[in-house]
């Protein structure tokens, strides 16, 4: 009888999930199948396109630049999402659901719209800069757009919201008394931040962070617009090789190296996490 | 049994709304896509034609992908001329009808087998004179003179015919003896700006950049800074050795609108068509007949009253060695 329940459960909630199983086969397996196909295809069969790929300075260096943007953001962004999560978490609820509504608001905002007020808010006659001028703080304009600079800021502000939702939901469920507890015990407050609060939120911050990586390795249209070449990114060749020289075979085997290591981040990270909790 | 009436449904709708929408249009959006629409396709529909859906960007890759895959939904696409030149030999578009199209009024440069012009324009040196006091640029030397004229410069991000030309000029090659290109001669010649390169992707871009002060010089489509002009901003522009490259209309293969796409492709190269769309755009006509249809005043800030000091990018030799050119380019920029 039991057994019978969970069987119908399991078959009901296959039944279920049955449309988004298609979904993602028609339009996600299919094509990502058919990219991969066509990387060993065109020109002619063979690996030519890979060994272009990890043969080449040129490349190298654009896989080091994706690698190194990405985790300069993700740094970045977890230490300006902490303390924000952590405010949200304890503040009166009533002005954290203002603040957390301020976060949504700019997370439904349409990227591209936001990335254009950073190009204007960054540039040389920006806002930023004639009121640092102004204040006299600097004498010539910085230059905040088309570099490293630019780039970082915008993709930490466009990643901040994926961030601090899972470091709340961690902290959230941390109960306050374990850091009184903490702090009879004798420990100050840093030691109570890094050896009690940093370890209890230890999943959020790392599953936070993996996303915010993983979606800035794929990031496109910030780099573009506030980073300059010196900074380009793995998805910036891809959109070169496809979309200027129509080369389908360079372009599937760059976006197919992209996926793989995403894949892998993310076994590292089950891994991880499954060590973690058997302890 | 209900599933498959369910999808049969399903499927008769989508094809009788692909038969309601009758044709497309792809270009590149923008004020120009806007002028395609209000001059080219509006007309066409007016005199009997089907409505004509603007969709966009033109996207080379899906072009491709669209073909191969026998699942063409544009009909007519404007794209860069050279591409275009490639794109017809190796099988991409549909011949087009010159039965339809009258090729005999078109600027013989922007006439083939696979394309005709869709419009052209100059790649010209524009500046922000606020930025220069004393003396003013002048030349393409002027705009690799970092010495002279400090500052940022804006250039086009893709390859495409114009940067690499103006980059041979201003290192004092001939016009006459540009091609083929001297590849390393002109990346040896951006080289020596490439710090102060920043990159416009769009037309909007390069507007942003220049009128900020962001880049305070730069090379320029014309009809951008006509546009700039045109809202009383203060624009610098220098025709010295302006350097055309052309857009061109063409006709996916297995367009499901061919006989359209021809008679469109038509009216869009008409003397009117082309005369209505250059006074919108600041872009020259490709319809030797438009001239004669235009206010001498408009007719004076076109690309086609400025031939005397004219440079013309060679299509063909780009259409030929559009991917080597390209590969180049890209790995230089990202060094």
């Known amino acids: 009888m039991f057994s019978a329940i969970t069987a119908g459960r399991r078959g009901s909630g296959l039944g279920f999930a049955l449309p988004a199983v298609l979904l993602l086969f028609a339009f996600f397996v299919v094509p990502v199948a058919a990219l991969l196909t066509r990387s060993v295809t065109e020109p002619e069969l063979g690996l030519q396109n890979y060994a272009v790929l990890v043969g080449s300075s040129t490349y190298a260096r654009i896989f080091f630049n994706t690698f190194f943007v990405s985790g300069v953001v993700t740094l970045i962004t977890v230490l300006i999402a902490f303390p924000v999560a952590w405010a949200l978490a304890i503040m009166p609820s009533r002005w954290a659901s203002i603040i957390f509504a301020i976060i949504l608001l700019s997370m439904w905002t349409n990227l591209l719209a936001r990335t254009y007020a950073w190009m204007v808010l960054l540039q040389q006659t920006g806002l930023i800069n004639r009121s640092l001028m102004a204040l006299g703080l600097i004498d010539a304009p910085l230059q905040l757009t088309n570099n490293l600079v630019g780039v970082t800021i915008g993709m930490v502000y466009i990643m901040l919201p994926f961030m601090i939702l899972p470091l709340m939901g961690v902290i959230?469920?941390?109960?306050?008394?374990?850091l009184q507890a903490a702090a009879l015990c004798g420990a100050t407050k840093a030691q109570a931040l890094?050896?009690?609060?940093?370890?209890?939120?230890g999943p959020g911050i790392a599953s936070g962070a993996l996303m915010v990586f993983v979606m800035s390795?794929?990031?496109?249209?910030?780099?573009?617009?506030?980073?300059?070449?010196?900074?380009?990114?793995?998805a910036e060749l891809i959109a070169q090789q496809v979309q200027s020289l129509v080369n389908w075979g360079m372009g599937g085997a760059a976006a197919f190296l992209l996926l793989v290591v995403t894949l892998g981040l993310y076994a590292v990270q089950l891994r991880f996490f499954d060590a973690k909790e058997a302890r | 049994m209900k599933k498959t009436l369910i999808a049969l449904a399903f499927a008769s709708a989508l094809t009788s709304a692909a038969q309601a929408q009758d044709m497309v249009f792809t270009s590149w959006g923008g004020t120009t896509q806007d002028a395609q629409a209000a001059h080219w396709a509006a007309p066409f529909t007016a005199k009997g034609g089907p409505a004509v859906v603007q969709d966009g960007p033109t996207d080379y890759g899906k072009i491709k992908a669209m073909v191969e895959a026998g699942a063409v939904t544009w009909?007519?696409?404007?794209?860069?001329?050279d591409w275009a030149l490639q794109a017809g030999a190796q099988g991409l578009l549909e011949p087009l009808d010159f039965s339809v199209i009258d090729k005999t009024k078109l600027d013989p440069r922007f006439v083939s087998d696979f394309a005709v012009g869709s419009f052209y324009y100059s790649f010209v040196l524009g500046w922000n004179p606020a930025n220069f006091a004393d003396a003013q640029p002048a030349t393409l030397a002027d705009l690799f003179d970092t010495a002279k004229f400090p500052g940022k410069r804006t250039f086009y991000k893709w390859s495409a015919p114009g940067v690499i030309e103006a980059a041979l000029l201003a290192d004092g090659v001939a016009p006459e003896a540009l091609y083929p290109l001297d590849l390393d001669r002109a990346f040896a010649k951006l080289d020596t700006i490439k710090a102060d390169i920043i990159w416009w992707e769009g037309g909007a871009q390069s507007q942003q950049l220049l009128a900020s002060g962001e880049a305070p010089i730069g090379f320029f489509w014309n009809g951008r800074l006509s546009a700039l002009q045109a809202d009383g901003m203060p624009v610098g522009i220098s025709w010295d050795q302006n350097i055309t490259a052309a857009d061109a209309l063409v006709v996916p293969k297995g367009a499901?609108?061919?006989?359209?796409?021809?008679k469109l492709i038509a009216e869009a190269t008409s003397a009117e068509g082309q005369a209505a769309f250059a006074a919108a755009t600041g872009y020259a006509p490709v319809n030797l007949g438009s001239a004669a249809l235009m206010d001498p005043a408009v007719r004076a800030t076109l690309p086609d009253a400025q031939t005397a000091v004219q440079v013309n990018a060679d299509m063909a030799y780009w259409a030929q060695h559009r991917d080597e050119i390209g590969n180049r380019w890209y790995a230089w920029q990202a060094q």
């Open chain 1, 172 to 178: 959230k469920k941390i109960d306050p008394a374990i």
């Open chain 2, 75 to 81: 009909d007519v696409v404007d794209a860069e001329y």
């Open chain 2, 256 to 262: 499901k609108n061919k006989d359209a796409a021809m």
């Open chain 1, 194 to 201: 890094r050896r009690v609060l940093i370890p209890l939120a």
């Open chain 1, 217 to 234: 390795l794929g990031y496109y249209v910030t780099p573009s617009l506030l980073g300059g070449t010196a900074n380009m990114m793995l």
